[in-house]
Structure formats: C-alpha cells, structure tokens
C-alpha cells in the first residue's frame, strides 16, 4: 500500500510541477502576450543587423552557473533574409561559431536554421519580443543528444536585448542560458 501511495504522490506531483510550468511558467509565454506592450517594437531587421556584442551565463539543471561566455556577432541583412555570424569565447578557453540564417516574414513569423538546428527554427516578433523554437543538436563531444530550445529576447527601452532561453530533454530542463546583447561599439 505504501508503494502504491508514493508511486501515485510522485505521479501527481510531476503532473502539477508539469501543469505550473505549462500554464505559468517559461514556457506559458506566447508571442500575443507582448504584442500591445508598451514602448518601442522590436524589429529584427534594426535591432539584430550589423556588430553585435554579449554577455551571458548558462545555468545546469540544478540552477547553477556551469558557463560564462562572451559573444561577438555580426548580422548582414538582405530585404527580408539575414545571416548571423556567431562566435562565442568561453570562459574555459572553448571558442564555438555558428551562422543562423534568417528569414522575416512580412507577417512578422522568423523561419531560421543553422548547421546543429535540425530542421528549421520558427519564431514571431510580437511587440518588444521575440520567440523561436527549435531543435538543437549539441557536438558529439558532449553527447551529440537533439534538445528541444525555446528562445525569447525582449527589447529594453534603451535598445538593449536581453535573451533567456531554455533547452529541454524528454519535456525536462536541462539548461538555461540568459545574455545581454547590445550594439558593439566600434572604436
């Protein structure tokens, strides 16, 4: 009896943490919740083109910091098609690139793949933000495994963007990463 009552507790308790993060956590945000907000639009084309800086953590499972990097982009846009270059300089040496390309919709939908985005990444714009989902595959060197990620940037007033994503496995977090990005001063 007392197997079937924890078995039944545990059940239940993952169906509520479950149904809280459905219903009123990351992944409860959808693009129309930003779409009347206040202040300026963001607007890919403006807000993500040209040089391009950050600065960011990536948070474990557990909620601590398991990375800090720093990140250098350059966006070059063409009517309504982008690529943006990344490279990104860990704080244990590591160093990564990827080139996102992107395409904007007059719809304000974002359709994007990148050489470990399997398939294509689909976004909206909508207010001050921006969504995109999509389904990364991490290098073999760290297991080569296919994470689901969901991204939302939002435009501060001052033209700062700040980035929160989250990759799961299996429906469960497995990592967050947060970054400011700002236009990169060019001395």
């Known amino acids: 009896m007392t197997a079937v009552w924890l078995l039944t507790g545990g059940f239940v308790a993952l169906a509520l943490v479950w149904l809280r993060?459905?219903?009123?956590?990351?992944s409860a945000q959808r693009p129309a919740d930003y779409a009347d907000a206040?202040?300026?639009?963001?607007d890919i084309r403006r807000h993500l083109n040209g040089a391009l800086e950050a600065e960011g953590v990536i948070y474990g499972p557990t909620g601590r910091v398991t990375s800090r990097f720093r990140g250098d982009f350059v966006a070059t846009w063409e009517g309504n098609t982008?690529?943006?270059?990344?490279?990104?300089l860990y704080a244990s040496g590591v160093e990564e690139e990827r080139a996102w390309h992107l395409t904007l919709g007059n719809d304000g939908r974002i359709r994007a793949t990148a050489a470990d985005v399997v398939g294509e990444g689909r976004g909206r714009q909508s207010g001050p933000s921006v969504q995109m989902r999509y389904r990364l595959r991490l290098p073999e060197d760290k297991g080569g495994i296919v994470l689901n990620a969901t991204d939302w940037m939002y435009l501060t007033p001052d033209g700062t963007i700040v980035n929160r994503s989250q990759f799961r496995k299996l429906g469960l977090k497995v990592a967050e990463l947060v970054a400011v990005m700002r236009r990169k001063e060019v001395v």
């Open 38 to 42: 206040p202040g300026e639009a963001m």
């Open 82 to 88: 982008c690529v943006l270059h990344e490279r990104y």
């Open 21 to 26: 993060d459905r219903l009123a956590g990351f």
